[in-house]
């Protein structure tokens, strides 16, 4: 249904921020989540307290997890502008996608509805109406990319419809069809919108073409990415954070502060020497022959400054990590760090880069930082 602008619409809106993936992924099971379980209030619970949920883009939890809670205040004009009445109520949208299946879950509802009319208006009459669509990328790998979207997407109701059943549940999903891309993997990527409108008898239709938005993926990864396939939300900020006060890792954390904070400090040194991280992201490199080329760089580094450590229990620890594409290679020049840590500090920094890369379905390209904390 289309509506002509109309009506005075005042939603609290706030500022877009990002979220890092805190929890472990959700794990997708043979049958559909029913609407409203202990991971929708979970979420609910979190997501009142984000300002960013109020915004269309919503708060993005992590690569599983997203919401939108909007409190809507309607103002319903006639085509004079003279006030019929005044509607308020609250839109959530829970968004939930998962490690191991190629699905997208939303729960989308409109509750504590409240009116006020003029003499002789009957909001028993007006009518809201939510109507979600989706799109693909065009861009997207693999051959006939697709996304199947659920058979019912649009409710145009009653207030009191929408009292009696305030919630629906909206499911997403893209056919694994075996075949993969140059790259040996596919991806298809797209977008979920809803519009959502208001219509009286007496007044003028109220409509917003983008009330809420959600940008997702789907993907066949293979071995890369932990569960070979999966869903995630594309606009979540994903973080490795590691700590100085944890002994596992504190001098690969320290090696990292250093190379963010103090870049003219390590080596290889150079005037306005700046790597990238903190807030320039970083990008996953699956190319294992050049990893090879970025370590082999990072070793010539360390023995260029602190001589043949072979034979110590030392090793060459690189920041930006062998594995990004902001890495010790020539054509993205000399904006990267080499230092002699510990081998098991070292090697446990790995661990934790890769259960990152895992736990977040981090495909190659896809972009992350790193945040070291106290």
Request: aromatic share 8%; net charge neutral.
């Amino acid at each position: 249904m289309v509506f002509s602008t109309a009506f005075m619409l005042i939603a609290g809106l706030g500022t877009a921020a990002s979220a890092s993936a805190a929890t472990p992924p959700r794990t997708a099971t043979s049958t559909l989540r029913s609407v409203v379980d202990q991971d929708d209030k979970d979420l609910r619970t979190e997501c009142a307290a984000h300002p960013e949920a109020k915004t269309r883009k919503g708060w993005i939890k992590s690569r599983f997890e997203a919401c939108v809670h909007q409190p809507v205040t309607l103002k319903l004009l006639d085509d004079k502008r003279r006030l019929r009445g005044e509607l308020w109520f609250d839109l959530w949208i829970l968004g939930f996608s998962y490690d191991g299946s190629r699905r997208v879950d939303y729960t989308s509802s409109i509750e504590n509805i409240r009116t006020k009319a003029v003499a002789g208006e009957d909001p028993a009459t007006w009518k809201i109406e939510q109507a979600f669509s989706h799109t693909v990328n065009a861009s997207a790998s693999g051959p006939n990319p697709k996304i199947n979207g659920p058979a019912v997407t649009t409710r145009n109701e009653s207030i009191a419809q929408w009292n009696t059943k305030p919630f629906w549940q909206l499911d997403y999903t893209s056919p694994d069809t075996g075949k993969l891309d140059p790259s040996n993997s596919q991806v298809v990527t797209g977008m979920v919108s809803l519009q959502m409108g208001v219509t009286s008898p007496t007044a003028v239709p109220w409509t917003d073409p983008v009330m809420a938005y959600s940008a997702i993926r789907f993907d066949y990864a293979g071995p890369i990415a932990g569960k070979y396939k999966g869903a995630v939300f594309t606009e979540a900020r994903v973080e490795l954070v590691m700590s100085l006060k944890d002994p596992a890792v504190d001098q690969s954390a320290r090696h990292i502060l250093d190379a963010q904070q103090l870049p003219e400090r390590t080596f290889p040194s150079w005037p306005g020497k700046t790597v990238p991280g903190a807030t320039e992201p970083l990008h996953r490199l699956v190319d294992k022959p050049q990893q090879d080329k970025n370590r082999a760089k990072a070793i010539a580094t360390c023995n260029d400054v602190w001589g043949d450590y072979s034979g110590t229990k030392l090793q060459c620890d690189e920041y930006p990590f062998a594995s990004t594409k902001e890495r010790a290679s020539a054509q993205h020049g000399n904006r990267y760090s080499a230092r002699l840590i510990d081998g098991p500090d070292n090697e446990a920094g790995g661990r934790r880069l890769n259960d990152m890369f895992t736990l977040n379905r981090i495909l190659d390209g896809d972009a992350f930082y790193v945040k070291i904390t106290p």
